[in-house]
């Protein structure tokens, strides 16, 4: 099925640094979403943007929604070993109904070396 | 507030059995929902979705079925198990509030056909 151009794929990163990620789409979205996943774990949301242009915090992430509809960005700050995991992105073109599934990015495996 | 929950959480089945994976959703009424397939950590393949009791829609020919017996209730099963059924199934829901649409999704349940 289709899936959003996520980047970058992975990254190793020392404990302390920022992290930043991006997802874009040939396709205009009216939401995203972004996840975190453990290993063995279902993807749990961490921050659901609904506007464009909307700037949206969880503590020390940050995402966006972007101005053009077609690309999010999810930073996180200061990163922590407990940050580890794999990110998704997700978007979804409409709201209700029966076809409005979620568009999901490729994902972007974090490893943070303490 | 509202919780899913997968059954069972792993599960080791050989070539050619049947399966039934459960999924409940609590605290709410008539919510979507849907069924996807993970392989190797990466990439959430959707499967089924459902709108309502007994109302299935399949994304992708294979050898799963799915039913949706109650309103809070679906079950994704299979006749005979192959290899290649082998993965990480996890069930969503989908929290529809106005205009914003989010999807939530259960612990999910690791198979492995042998």
């Known amino acids: 099925g289709q899936q959003l151009n996520q980047s970058p794929q992975s990254m190793f990163i020392q404990e302390g640094e920022d992290v930043s990620m991006n997802c874009t789409s040939s396709?205009?979205?009216?939401?995203w979403l972004w996840y975190k996943q453990d290993p063995g774990e279902g993807p749990v949301l961490l921050i659901a943007?609904?506007?464009?242009?909307e700037l949206t915090s969880n503590g020390r992430l940050t995402a966006q929604f972007g101005i053009t509809r077609k690309d999010s960005f999810l930073n996180i700050s200061a990163s922590i070993p407990s940050d580890v995991g794999i990110y998704f992105c997700a978007g979804q073109r409409g709201v209700g109904g029966a076809t409005n599934k979620l568009i999901f990015g490729t994902g972007t495996l974090l490893a943070v070396q303490p | 507030s509202q919780t899913i929950h997968q059954w069972p959480a792993t599960l080791v089945q050989p070539v050619g059995s049947p399966l039934s994976l459960e999924c409940t959703v609590e605290?709410?009424?008539?919510?979507?929902l849907y069924w996807y397939r993970q392989a190797a950590g990466r990439g959430l393949q959707l499967l089924f979705y459902s709108v309502g009791i007994g109302q299935i829609s399949s994304e992708v020919p294979q050898n799963l079925s799915a039913s949706r017996p109650q309103d809070r209730q679906f079950i994704l099963s299979s006749k005979k198990l192959l290899l290649s059924d082998s993965g990480f199934y996890l069930c969503a829901w989908n929290k529809v509030a106005g205009q914003q649409e989010t999807q939530y999704f259960g612990p999910g349940t690791r198979l492995l056909v042998l």
């Open positions: 605290g709410t009424s008539n919510p979507n």
């Open positions: 943007l609904y506007k464009a242009g």
């Open positions: 396709s205009i979205f009216n939401t």
